[in-house]
């Protein structure tokens, strides 16, 4: 999931990092860089498999990772800054409603018409990511449990499905997959297993601890609330 630092080619904007160089540890499972998300393809701006973010963003989740470890738990994150070109691209997905475009479906939106995305609160022309500081992330047990790679060909699997039956994940359970575009993934759910509504506490009260909100629609998005660049949406790659 993670690339050493001799392959990284570019020298970033002052201010950000990559979360590598501050905390090694904490896992990356970038789903923008490759095919496993909900456009099906990898995303325009993601060159390489890496999570970029602001630096105090970057030494929040370093705080929250050493307070989890003594749990015998780690973070794992989906995604970090995202550049303008890759928001873009999902505004052009999010418009193109033809039958082609929808193969990723089940999993990542089953219940709703993608030309709602943008009216449920899911897809917007501006993102915090852009920002620099706001990241997608889950909890993985460790010793971290083997999870498999999806390929394009593989089966589609309902993100509302339980643990066990949708795509395998070596997350804790959190009651759906990762981007599934659903009321179950409202983190504050009530219609969810008492252990997932326990797992999406303990992540959401360790990140506010950490300076830290999330986003009400979607248990795996965090803003940092101290941001340094508020008004400032970058268009950088991830490379």
């Avoid at 690339?3 to 090694?24: E, S």
Wanted: proline fraction near 9%; hydrophobic fraction near 35%.
């Amino acid at each position: 999931m993670q690339l050493p630092a001799t392959k990284r080619i570019r020298n970033l904007p002052q201010g950000f990092t990559y979360l590598q160089d501050i905390d090694p540890t904490i896992l990356e499972d970038v789903r923008y860089a490759g095919h496993h998300n909900f456009t099906g393809r990898p995303i325009p701006g993601y060159i390489a498999p890496l999570i970029v973010l602001t630096e105090p963003t970057a030494l929040a989740l370093k705080a929250a990772q050493s307070e989890l470890a003594a749990f015998q738990l780690t973070l794992k994150v989906y995604d970090g800054y995202r550049p303008q070109e890759a928001v873009d691209f999902f505004t052009t997905w999010a418009n193109d409603i033809s039958a082609g475009s929808q193969l990723t479906k089940n999993e990542f939106y089953p219940a709703l018409d993608k030309k709602d995305v943008f009216t449920a609160g899911y897809i917007a022309k501006r993102s915090s990511h852009t920002r620099g500081s706001a990241v997608d992330l889950t909890i993985v047990p460790l010793p971290v449990p083997d999870q498999p790679t999806w390929k394009p060909g593989d089966p589609v699997l309902d993100g509302r499905l339980p643990k066990g039956e949708r795509f395998a994940d070596n997350s804790i359970d959190m009651g759906t997959g990762f981007d599934c575009l659903d009321a179950l993934s409202h983190t504050l759910n009530p219609d969810l297993p008492s252990q997932v509504r326990a797992n999406r506490l303990l992540l959401k009260n360790l990140m506010e601890k950490h300076g830290f909100e999330n986003y009400w629609r979607e248990w795996w998005h965090f803003g940092f609330v101290n941001e340094p660049y508020p008004d400032t949406f970058f268009n950088f790659p991830v490379e």
